[in-house]
């Protein structure tokens, strides 16, 4: 069974450009999370999907940041514009039910 | 609010050694979960343990295994006949009954060396 997936592995954008970073959850799990791990800092929550639908969005840092989950499968983060602070690495994780997380490799984002 | 502490940024032991390292978290809740996570160098995060905090037996799997002290709110995890490929970055985490936010710790840097 395949894990969880992430592209890119890594990315290097300017300030002011966009990203968008894809993660594919274990096939048959409904719950998807994103994390992010800023430079010297604690793994973050970011938000739950439960299929299609924002369960929790409340770890999301500001407007800048999309997170979508077309279809209840795969899922999207897109920050625009990104920012300086927005650079570190973006885990995405899932789960069948709300117990055990599994997660991806992490894509890191860095933008200069 | 929840906090998971990790006292220790960076351990190395030789082969085959025991090594034991610390968390402690803080929260008000009686139900919750508590789990270490190993992530090796350039490589995914992988669940190590799991323990859930109404059960009183320690958690083990294999070479790995739990010191829960509930009232102490200490959850330390020991690595025993450490292996190369025990090198990695190890994450205790939280997360309460009925939630799916984990919180993390910021991690220790294990070192298993030849």
């Known amino acids: 069974e395949a894990g969880v997936t992430q592209f890119p592995s890594h990315s290097v954008i300017e300030k002011g450009q966009t990203v968008t970073l894809r993660c594919d959850p274990i096939?048959?799990?409904?719950?998807l999370y994103w994390y992010r791990r800023v430079m010297g800092k604690e793994i973050k929550f970011l938000l739950h999907?439960?299929?299609?639908?924002?369960?929790?969005e409340s770890g999301m840092p500001n407007n800048r940041f999309l997170a979508e989950r077309t279809g209840g499968t795969y899922s999207t983060l897109k920050v625009q514009p990104a920012e300086l602070e927005d650079s570190g690495v973006y885990f995405c994780?899932?789960?069948?039910?709300?117990?055990?997380?599994?997660f991806g490799p992490g894509t890191r984002l860095t933008v200069l | 609010a929840q906090t998971v502490t990790q006292s220790q940024p960076e351990m190395s032991v030789q082969e085959a050694e025991t090594v034991t390292l610390s968390c402690t978290y803080d929260?008000?809740?009686?139900?919750?979960?508590l789990f270490w996570y190993k992530q090796p160098p350039s490589r995914q995060m992988i669940l190590v343990i799991r323990?859930?905090?109404?059960?009183?037996q320690n958690a083990t799997e294999n070479r790995f295994s739990v010191n829960f002290q509930k009232a102490a709110k200490s959850f330390s995890l020991k690595i025993s006949d450490s292996q190369l490929g025990d090198t990695a970055m190890y994450f205790c985490?939280?997360?309460?009954?009925?939630?799916?936010?984990?919180?993390f710790g910021k991690g220790t840097r294990l070192h298993i060396l030849p």
């Open positions: 096939s048959g799990h409904d719950n």
């Open positions: 999907f439960v299929k299609e639908s924002k369960q929790d």
């Open positions: 323990q859930e905090a109404y059960k009183q």
């Open positions: 985490a939280f997360m309460k009954q009925r939630d799916d936010k984990i919180i």
């Open positions: 994780a899932s789960s069948p039910d709300r117990g055990t997380q599994y």
């Open positions: 929260t008000s809740e009686n139900n919750y979960y």
